[in-house]
């Protein structure tokens, strides 16, 4: 079976700072993984994702991520923090031999608080 | 706009109400969902629709009962809910069921609570 580990509930960056959310996952091959946010009163958006290549991958906005398949973890990252980028952050993983249903496993979620 | 409408955005519905969720997509895609988003918790998927078709059932109660009538609308019908099952419910879309790499489209949710 597939899962995610989204390990904080809530990270707080002051405005200019990194951000890093992190993210860790489980799968009995090799993964699709993606992050998707979430701001107020919307539904989940498309960061970005990581199907096969170089490790780092650039998404919307600024951000970033590493998949780092030796420590099965694939942790969201931003140089620079702004306030709007506070919002929650899904990171999100489908096993390459089991995507039948588009079967995605998704965390818990990680809220990010961007302090002016 | 994200190309998925979901209405209503709020229902407030008793136990012994009957009421439906719509979800409407314009993005030419064949494949729908319904996900259930509960505060601190994963996204549970709900069912899966490709090409109209239902693909899965996730093990949803009955008093959840999900409609396709086309690939660019989806409904859940709601009867007799319990006071648990008050949540945000999310519609998605792909362009197909089966591609690995698919990236889900949402809508903004019907947050629903049951009184």
């Known amino acids: 079976a597939q899962s995610v580990a989204q390990p904080e509930d809530q990270v707080n960056v002051a405005e200019g700072n990194p951000l890093t959310v992190k993210c860790t996952y489980s799968v009995s091959g090799n993964p699709y993984l993606f992050w998707y946010v979430q701001y107020p009163n919307r539904g989940l958006q498309f960061l970005l994702k990581y199907i096969t290549g170089d490790n780092l991958v650039k998404g919307s906005y600024g951000f970033e991520a590493e998949f780092n398949k030796s420590q099965t973890s694939f942790h969201l990252k931003k140089p620079s923090a702004l306030v709007s980028d506070s919002a929650l952050y899904f990171c999100?993983?489908?096993?390459?031999?089991?995507?039948?249903?588009?079967?995605?496993?998704f965390g818990k979620g990680n809220q990010v608080v961007v302090i002016p | 706009e994200t190309g998925v409408t979901q209405t209503p955005r709020h229902l407030v519905m008793g136990m012994t109400n009957k009421k439906s969720l719509k979800c409407e997509q314009h993005l030419g895609h064949n494949a729908m969902y319904w996900y259930k988003q509960s505060a601190k918790k994963p996204l549970e998927l709900m069912f899966v629709y490709n090409f109209k078709e239902q693909t899965e059932n996730n093990s949803v109660p009955s008093r959840f009962s999900p409609e396709c009538p086309n690939s660019s609308h989806l409904f859940l019908h709601l009867h007799t809910l319990q006071p648990e099952d008050s949540a945000l419910y999310l519609c998605a879309s792909s362009q197909d069921r089966d591609s690995g790499a698919n990236v889900l489209t949402f809508g903004a949710g019907s947050r629903l609570t049951v009184l």
């Open positions: 999100a993983v489908r096993d390459r031999l089991n995507y039948g249903n588009n079967r995605l496993a």
